[in-house]
Nanobody
Framework: QVQLVESGGGLVQAGGSLRLSCAASGRTVSSATMGWFRQAPGKERDFVAGINWSGGSTYYADSVKGRFTISRDNAKNAVYLQMNSLKPEDTAVYYC???????????????????WGQGTQVTVSA
């Protein structure tokens, strides 16, 4: 089992930046593909970004490409999401997810992940 805890959310003005962190415990995630998803009120939980176990493969939703960057530090058992040029439509609860697989493939569906954090709220004001 692995536990995932997100942090770094908050309130920011449009155009600002936030850096989300996802700390894993209970098991090393160095062999896991990690993903970030987000869910706005009344909407589905959508894929934002993902990174494979080695960090050599990343994938982004079109809506965040060029503004968000996912990274990982396997020594710290953590994954990060740097969010720049934030927009009001980025407002959501952001979730970290993990699936243990040695693959270049990054799942974009939430069913592709086995472990989830509790989420951190990101609110972007206009």
């Amino acid at each position: 089992q692995v536990q995932l805890v997100e942090s770094g959310g908050g309130l920011v003005q449009a155009g600002g930046s936030l850096r989300l962190s996802c700390a894993a415990s209970g098991r090393t995630v160095s062999s896991a593909t990690m993903g970030w998803f987000r869910q706005a009120p009344g909407k589905e939980r959508d894929f934002v970004a993902g990174i494979n176990w080695s960090g050599g493969s990343t994938y982004y939703a079109d809506s965040v490409k060029g503004r968000f960057t996912i990274s990982r530090d396997n020594a710290k058992n953590a994954v990060y999401l740097q969010m720049n040029s934030l927009k009001p439509e980025d407002t959501a609860v952001y979730y970290c997810a993990a699936v243990f697989q040695y693959s270049e493939y990054v799942p974009r569906r939430k069913t592709g992940y086995d472990y989830w954090g509790q989420g951190t709220q990101v609110t972007v004001s206009a």
